[in-house]
């Protein structure tokens, strides 16, 4: 803090003359003797001494001059640092909480909280790519109004085929139609693209850079979600067929049927086993039984509700959970199921290859909690329909829906049956 200002020059010439007149006495001794001084010993004792005042006085002013300007520079780079700190702060905070992130819900919360400080008040957006279409991940309410969503997928698709992309692309990003864009790249895989507003006077090359580096840990976290969400995937979904695998299948069995028991709802079970699978393998192959499993899983995909369950229990076996589906509504489902499977001829090596299935249903009944006891019915459902075709012959009718209902009671409480259309 400086002690004397402009505003004390008043002041300071007060004092400087009030010296004057007080010491105007000893000061006319002094240079008295001064004269004396030159004219005995034939010296210019009084310009010497003005000059040497001057010269030791610009000296004086050319080191407050230098320690200024090194007060400046001290005072820039510490300013440098200290913004070098908050942005390393900030990228700790970024890759804190992208880590954490398991899906793209979390993700996105990590990127609200994490990128604001690197984007500061600028317009921001981040589009990531996942099997093969964009899917916005964070997007600032100012650009969202202003900027169509395939306004912004264009841009994204300019970055990713741009040559600069190819060359692995600056860390100081690319400037499209007056937005800074980072590619997200792992390796040579591109996973999507963030925009920052940009104006060449608020965005120096350090802060550029360092929303390069955010860029950076925002593509290996995109790039560990994915691969995590695919590992989850695979680990939940049957690859051939896409329905669930057996585990999770039945954890979704009882998750409804404590569902349709808090609701006082119906829900119904289908059991589904391919007709003569084992000589369609033995005939064509497994090659193309795969094809046939991947047949059903597609029409069970195509035909049902999203809020229906397609499980692969095993082998040929299928198992489908229909929430809030009467046996009414069930056999409606099953035929439905039968009609298309059946319209569906696989092919194989030219060879058109018919697929029929049979399908056991099961109700659940009031305080039903139990998968297994459910399953089990509808396995002997199922089971009886097969014993019934093997004893009418390949070439007899279908049992009819009256045939159906005359079965017994328990049957018609436990298990309800649905044959090949």
């Given amino acids: 803090m400086r002690l004397i200002t402009r505003a004390d020059a ?134 969202e109004h202003e900027r169509p969503r395939d306004v912004l997928e264009n841009i994204a698709e300019r970055v990713l085929s741009g040559a600069a992309f190819e060359m692995n692309a600056p860390c100081e990003g690319l400037i499209i139609e007056s937005t800074l864009c980072f590619p997200l790249v792992v390796g040579s895989t591109a996973v999507g693209v963030m925009g920052i507003g940009y104006s060449s006077q608020d965005l120096d090359p350090p802060s550029r850079r360092a929303l390069g580096v955010a860029a950076s840990t925002l593509s290996v976290a995109v790039r560990n979600v994915h691969l995590l969400i695919e590992t989850r995937e695979l680990s939940i979904y049957d690859s051939l067929t896409g329905c669930l695998v057996r585990k999770p299948g039945m954890a979704a069995l009882e998750m409804e049927l404590r569902r349709a028991r808090r609701s006082n709802q119906p829900l119904s079970v289908l059991m589904i086993d391919v007709d003569q699978f084992k000589e369609v393998n033995d005939e064509y192959g497994h090659l193309c039984g795969d094809l046939v499993l991947s047949a059903i899983g597609t029409q069970l995909r195509e035909k049902l509700r999203t809020t229906d369950h397609k499980c692969r229990y095993g082998g040929d076996e299928f198992v489908v959970v229909l929430p809030g589906t009467s046996s009414d509504g069930a056999e409606r489902v099953a035929a439905t199921l039968q009609t298309a499977i059946q319209t569906e001829l696989v092919e194989h090596n030219g060879q058109r290859i018919p697929v029929t299935v049979s399908i056991g249903i099961a109700c659940s009944v009031p305080g039903d909690l139990d998968p297994k006891a459910v399953l089990h019915r509808a396995d002997q459902a199922l089971y009886r329909q097969k014993a019934d075709r093997r004893s009418q012959g390949a070439g007899s009718n279908p049992v009819s829906q009256q045939e159906t209902s005359s079965r017994s009671e328990v049957d018609a409480r436990h298990g309800t049956l649905a044959h090949h259309a």
């Avoid at 007080?22 to 034939?42: K, M, N, T, W």
């Avoid at 001059?65 to 300013?79: D, G, I, N, S």
Wanted: avoid cysteine; proline fraction near 4%.
């Fill in 10 to 143: 008043s002041l300071v010439g007060g004092l400087i003359a009030s010296a004057l007149i007080l010491f105007h006495q000893p000061l006319r001794s002094v240079l008295d003797a001064a004269r004396e001084i030159e004219g005995q010993y034939h010296l210019d004792l009084l310009p010497a001494l003005i000059v040497l005042g001057s010269v030791f006085i610009y000296h004086l002013y050319g080191k407050r001059q230098q320690w200024q300007a090194e007060v400046v520079r001290a005072k820039e780079q510490a300013r440098h640092y200290r913004l070098r700190t908050e942005e390393l702060e900030a990228l700790v905070f970024l890759a804190r909480t992208l880590s954490s992130a398991l899906d793209h819900q979390a993700l996105r919360d990590a990127v609200v909280r994490g990128l604001p400080p690197f984007s500061g008040e600028r317009p921001l957006w981040v589009l990531i790519k996942e099997r093969g279409q964009w899917e916005m991940l964070a997007i600032d309410p100012i650009t």
